[in-house]
Nanobody
Framework: VQLQASGGGLVQPGGSLRLSCAASGSIFGFITMTWYRQAPGKQRELVATITNDGSTGYADSVKGRFTISRDNAKNTWYLQMNSLKPDDTAVYYC?????????WGQGTLVTVSS
């Protein structure tokens, strides 16, 4: 399985972006589908996750601003990011877990700046 992340770019503070993570095959059997991010000089952190039963979880720093969702028919999950802040600037990676393997996408850069 290969994951392809897309949708990053440059956006002004307060703006919105939607990231996509497309799997090369079916996401059937994926237990979790997750977005991580890594800002310059910082450790990678979990941003949002969605499970196979639709449960979601978010980092405190993005609650109320970001929404994770998935489209099983398109083998894709998304991260809708609203009210973006400069602190959201990072490379965003998608990740999935289908036992016993974790899969990673290549990352997409999000820059929030005026």
């Amino acid at each position: 399985v290969q994951l392809q992340a897309s949708g990053g770019g440059l956006v002004q503070p307060g703006g919105s972006l939607r990231l996509s993570c497309a799997a090369s095959g079916s996401i059937f059997g994926f237990i979790t589908m997750t977005w991580y991010r890594q800002a310059p000089g910082k450790q990678r952190e979990l941003v949002a996750t969605i499970t196979n039963d639709g449960s979601t979880g978010y980092a405190d720093s993005v609650k109320g601003r970001f929404t994770i969702s998935r489209d099983n028919a398109k083998n894709t999950w998304y991260l809708q990011m609203n009210s973006l802040k400069p602190d959201d600037t990072a490379v965003y990676y998608c990740n999935s877990f289908r036992p016993p393997t974790y899969y990673w996408g290549q990352g997409t850069l999000v820059t929030v700046s005026s």
